[in-house]
T-cell receptor, first 115, second 115 residues
Framework: AQSVTQLGSHVSVSEGALVLLRCNYSSSVPPYLFWYVQYPNQGLQLLLKYTTGATLVKGINGFEAEFKKSETSFHLTKPSAHMSDAAEYFCAVSKSGGGADGLTFGKGTHLIIQP | DAGVTQSPTHLIKTRGQQVTLRCSPISGHKSVSWYQQVLGQGPQFIFQYYEKEERGRGNFPDRFSARQFPNYSSELNVNALLLGDSALYLC??????????????FGSGTQLSVL
């Protein structure tokens, strides 16, 4: 079984400040890890993913995340927050190799950007 | 190219009724997955279909069913609606089920309200 824990249901940062959204996972097999963003009244958009290889993954809109197996973490960061980053962010895990079990999502973190 | 399209965008039903939600995948995508997103929670996997066959199922009761058509579009049916079925229902498409979770494209969802 797999699970995802996102620490902090709400995170508030000032525009231009560092964004750090925390995600810890549990998986009995090597995981695939994902971050998705959801804007109001929209579906989910993939920000970045880790499957194999380099543990530091770069995504769209300046976001990146680092897979740390020893800490079972996959935290999302962005050096400088922009007002347009305000949204709901979801961390997700799936079995490596895909398969038909779908993604397991965390409960989400609402990112608030203060002007 | 059109993305994943879902219809209707909003729906209001009463307890005990039945509902059908529709999804058209991105052209060329043969796999469709359904997710339920309750307010304040992350999406939860319901089904995955590929080539008109169910390839995966999440922990949902038999009141939930789905099918996929020869043109790869899909319908999600929910019978005997309960208040707890109120949620945003997301459809996602991908090229194939194998490693499909690596790249899911989500629609904007159908918001179902059960009164």
């Amino acid at each position: 079984a797999q699970s995802v824990t996102q620490l902090g249901s709400h995170v508030s940062v000032s525009e231009g400040a560092l964004v750090l959204l925390r995600c810890n996972y549990s998986s009995s097999v090597p995981p695939y890890l994902f971050w998705y963003v959801q804007y109001p009244n929209q579906g989910l958009q993939l920000l970045l993913k880790y499957t194999t290889g380099a543990t530091l993954v770069k995504g769209i809109n300046g976001f990146e995340a680092e897979f740390k197996k020893s800490e079972t973490s996959f935290h999302l960061t962005k050096p400088s927050a922009h007002m347009s980053d305000a949204a709901e962010y979801f961390c997700a895990v799936s079995k490596s190799g895909g398969g038909a079990d779908g993604l397991t999502f965390g409960k989400g973190t609402h990112l608030i950007i203060q002007p | 190219d059109a993305g994943v399209t879902q219809s209707p965008t909003h729906l209001i039903k009463t307890r005990g009724q039945q509902v059908t939600l529709r999804c058209s995948p991105i052209s060329g995508h043969k796999s469709v997955s359904w997710y339920q997103q309750v307010l304040g929670q992350g999406p939860q996997f319901i089904f995955q279909y590929y080539e008109k066959e169910e390839r995966g199922r999440g922990n949902f009761p038999d009141r939930f069913s789905a099918r996929q058509f020869p043109n790869y579009s899909s319908e999600l049916n929910v019978n005997a609606l309960l208040l707890g079925d109120s949620a945003l229902y997301l459809c996602a498409s991908s090229l194939a089920p194998t490693r499909s979770n690596e790249k899911l494209f989500f629609g904007s969802g159908t918001q179902l309200s059960v009164l």
